[in-house]
Nanobody
């Protein structure tokens, strides 16, 4: 079992930055692919970014490439999402996820956090 707790969300103006953190419980954190997803009101949950267990591979949805950076610290059981140049369309609840398969689809992840709200004002 892995429990995930996100933090770092909030209200920011367009063009600003936020860093989300996701702290994981358990000693097997380093075995999992970690991902970030988001869900805006009235929309389906969408993939944002993922990072391999070693941190050697990262993937991003096209709309955040060059603005967001995913990273992980296996010694601290934590994954991060640095978000720069935020836009109003980035407004959503952001979820952290852990899975043995990973990928860009939600079914590749076995554990999910409760989510943290990110609101970008124009």
């Amino acid at each position: 079992q892995v429990q995930l707790v996100e933090s770092g969300g909030g209200l920011v103006q367009a063009g600003g930055s936020l860093r989300l953190s996701c702290a994981a419980s358990g000693r097997t954190f380093s075995r999992y692919v970690m991902g970030w997803f988001r869900q805006a009101p009235g929309k389906e949950r969408e993939f944002v970014a993922a990072i391999s267990w070693s941190g050697g591979r990262t993937d991003y949805v096209h709309s955040v490439k060059g603005r967001f950076t995913i990273s992980r610290d296996n010694a601290k059981n934590t994954v991060y999402l640095q978000m720069n140049s935020l836009k109003p369309e980035d407004t959503a609840v952001y979820y952290c996820a852990a899975g043995g398969t990973g990928g860009i689809k939600a079914f590749g992840y076995d554990y999910w956090g409760q989510g943290t709200q990110v609101t970008v004002s124009s």
